[in-house]
């Protein structure tokens, strides 16, 4: 059982930075896939970006080039910088892992892009 806590969100101005962290705990080897994943109310819920534990990144064409996910294994710790923020990224944002072929989810946390 994986258990995710996430931090960092919160209200920015458009063009503005914020840094979303996610604690895993609960897994007793390397996680297989960390994620992000956002909702926006009456759509479904979409990835942001994912890693996994030989590094390898994809980021989702509406992010590239703002956002940076990485993670820290010693610390059971993933993170997503997002740069150049826009109205657009405004969601509730989901850390998510895969771990022996199961999926972690962990609350929600709003980010709100506004003036």
């Known amino acids: 059982q994986v258990q995710l806590v996430p931090s960092g969100g919160g209200l920015v101005q458009p063009g503005g930075s914020l840094r979303l962290s996610c604690a895993a705990s609960g897994s007793r080897f390397s996680i297989d896939v960390m994620g992000w994943y956002r909702r926006v109310p009456g759509k479904q819920r979409e990835l942001v970006a994912s890693i996994t534990s030989d590094g390898s990144i994809n980021y989702a064409d509406s992010v590239k080039g703002r956002f940076t996910i990485s993670r820290d294994d010693a610390k059971n710790m993933v993170y997503l910088q997002m740069n150049s923020l826009k109205a657009e990224d405004t969601a509730v944002y989901y850390c998510?892992?895969?771990?022996?072929?199961?999926?972690?989810w962990g609350q929600g946390t709003q980010v709100t892009v506004s003036s």
């Open positions: 998510n892992a895969k771990y022996g072929g199961v999926g972690y």
